[in-house]
C-alpha cells in the first residue's frame, strides 16, 4: 500500500495489543499530502480495507492516538450512521478545561435530534435562500476590488474574508468586527498552536453576544437561537455558546478548503472555465462535482463498546477515522474517480458527511460557492495559476491549501 502520507515529525503512539502486526501502517492526514491530496490518499485504495495507523490528526477522548482508518465507502457511510457504537460525543473543548461543547456534533442521538429539530428549519433551502442577495452583495464586492488588479492570491484574499463575512451577516454583527473575527478564523485554521486560545476568545465573544441578544432580541440567527426551547423549557446559556462556535467553525475552514481545490481546478483546466461560462446551467451538477471530488473532511468516531466489523476487531475506546476524501474517491462508488465530470450522475457522495451528523449547513455551502462562481465567473476573464507558484495542502481534519496565487 501507499505509505506516500506517513508523517515521521508526529509523535506515535504505541500499538495497542489488539492490533494485528499486519495491520498497522503509518498514515496522516495532516503532513507530507504534497500539492495534490485527493489522488495521494486516493492510492489508499490500493490497501487493505481497514488499517491502523499509529498516528492520528485527532485525538478526541480515546486512550491512544492511533486511529483505525477506513477507506472504502460503504464502511465509512456504515460507522457515520451508527453514532450507538461510533459515538461523536468527545468536547474537544474538555482538552482546554472547558464544559461546553459543540452541539450538534459532540452530541449523539437521541438528545442529538432535539437540537437538530431546532436548527434545521434556519439552515433549510428555503430560509437559505432569504440570504441569497445579501451573499452574492459580498461575493461581488470581494471580487469587484480585485478584477482590475490582474492577479490575486486567492486564499487570503477571497476565500479566507468571504465565509467570515457571511457569518457576519448572519449574526447580524457589524462591518467593524471583520478584523477581529479574520483575525481569530485565520490563527483557527493556521496555527494548531494558537487554536485553542482563539477559540477561547471566540467563546467568550460569542457567550457575551448571547447575554445582550437574550435581552433584547432581533431577527438574527443569535437571537433565533436564544429562544430555543426543548420540551418547554429554554436551553442554557452553555448550549447557546455551544452551538453559535459551532456555526462559526462549522462553516470557516470548510468553505476555505472547497474554494480553494475548487478554484485551483478551474485555474488549471480553463476548458471547463469555458464550459461554465458558455452553459450557466450545468452550475448546480458542477457544483456537486467539485464538492464531490474535493472533498476535504476527515472526521472520527470512538468506539463505545468492542465491536467486530469487516473482520477486523476494534476495542471499546478505539478512534475510527471515516474520512469523506476516502468514501468520493472510492473506485468501488465512483467510475474513474479522480476525474472531474461535470455530467457524472448519479453522483450520490458524501462530502457533507452521512447520518444523524450530516452537514447542517450544506445547502448554505452549496449556495455560498455557487454564487462565488458565478460572480467569478462574470467578473474575471479566463483564469490561471500564477507561474511557478508553490502550493501545498495543509489541514488535517479539514483539508485546505496554504496559498493560490491567480492571474488573468
Ligand atoms: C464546504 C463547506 C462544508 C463542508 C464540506 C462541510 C462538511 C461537513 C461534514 C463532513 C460534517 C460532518 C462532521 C462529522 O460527522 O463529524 C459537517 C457537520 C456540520 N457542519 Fe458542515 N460543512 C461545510 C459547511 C458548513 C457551513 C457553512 C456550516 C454553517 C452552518 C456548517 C455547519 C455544520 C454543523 C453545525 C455540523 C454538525 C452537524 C451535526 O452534528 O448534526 N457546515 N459538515
Known amino acids: 500500500m501507499s505509505e506516500a502520507v506517513s508523517s515521521p515529525e508526529f509523535d506515535m503512539a504505541e500499538i495497542p495489543s489488539h492490533v494485528p502486526h499486519d495491520l498497522v501502517h503509518l498514515c496522516d492526514f495532516r503532513s507530507g499530502l504534497g500539492s495534490y491530496p485527493h489522488e495521494q490518499l486516493g492510492g489508499l485504495h490500493q490497501g487493505p480495507r481497514i488499517f491502523y495507523s499509529p498516528i492520528s490528526h485527532q ?70 435562500k432569504l440570504k441569497r442577495d445579501a451573499i452574492r452583495d459580498l461575493a461581488g464586492e470581494l471580487i469587484a476590488g480585485m ?66 441578544r437574550s435581552k433584547s432580541p432581533g431577527e438574527d440567527l443569535v437571537s433565533l437561537i436564544t ?3 426543548i420540551d ?89 477515522t471515516a474520512s469523506t476524501i476516502l468514501s468520493t474517491r472510492d473506485p468501488d462508488e465512483f467510475a474513474q474517480p479522480h476525474d472531474v465530470d461535470f455530467s457524472r450522475s448519479p453522483n450520490r457522495h458524501n462530502a457533507f458527511s452521512f447520518g444523524p451528523h450530516r452537514c447542517l449547513g450544506s445547502h448554505l455551502a452549496r449556495l455560498e460557492v455557487t454564487i462565488a462562481l458565478e460572480e467569478w465567473l462574470a467578473r474575471i476573464p479566463t483564469f490561471s495559476v500564477e507561474d511557478g507558484a508553490r502550493i501545498n495542502a495543509v489541514g488535517g481534519g479539514v483539508l485546505g491549501l496554504d496559498c493560490l496565487p491567480l492571474r488573468w
Request: aromatic share 10%; charged share 20%; hydrophobic share 40%.
Open 147 to 212: 478584477a482590475s488588479k490582474g492577479a490575486c492570491e486567492f486564499v487570503s484574499e477571497f476565500s479566507e474574508i468571504y465565509p467570515v463575512s457571511i457569518f457576519l451577516t448572519l449574526l447580524g454583527l457589524p462591518r467593524s468586527d471583520l478584523p477581529k473575527f479574520r483575525s481569530w478564523a485565520d490563527t483557527i485554521v493556521h496555527s494548531a498552536a494558537g487554536r485553542g486560545p482563539a477559540l477561547l476568545e471566540v467563546k467568550q465573544f460569542l457567550s457575551d453576544l448571547i447575554s445582550e
Open 232 to 320: 418547554g423549557s429554554p436551553i442554557s446559556h452553555e448550549e447557546m455558546v455551544g452551538i453559535v462556535v459551532m456555526l462559526f467553525i462549522g462553516g470557516l475552514d470548510t468553505v476555505v478548503g472547497s474554494l480553494g481545490f475548487q478554484f485551483r481546478f478551474l485555474a488549471e483546466n480553463p476548458d471547463q472555465q469555458q464550459l461554465l461560462r458558455n452553459s450557466p446551467e450545468l452550475l448546480p451538477d458542477a457544483v456537486e462535482e467539485l464538492f464531490r471530488a474535493f472533498s476535504i473532511v476527515t472526521t472520527a468516531r470512538v468506539t463505545t463498546q468492542d465491536y467486530e466489523f469487516q473482520g477486523v476487531k476494534f476495542k471499546k475506546g478505539d478512534m475510527v
Open 59 to 128: 485525538n478526541r477522548g480515546a486512550k491512544n492516538k492511533g486511529a483505525w482508518i477506513l477507506t472504502k465507502a460503504e464502511d465509512i457511510r456504515y460507522v457515520l450512521q451508527h453514532p450507538e457504537i461510533f459515538s461523536s460525543a468527545q468536547p474537544r473543548a474538555q482538552a482546554m478545561g472547558e464544559t461546553w461543547k459543540l452541539i450538534p456534533l459532540e452530541v449523539d442521538p437521541p438528545e442529538h435530534l432535539n437540537y437538530r429539530q431546532l436548527l434545521n428549519p434556519l439552515f433549510s433551502p428555503a430560509a437559505v
Open 227 to 229: 429562544q430555543f426551547e
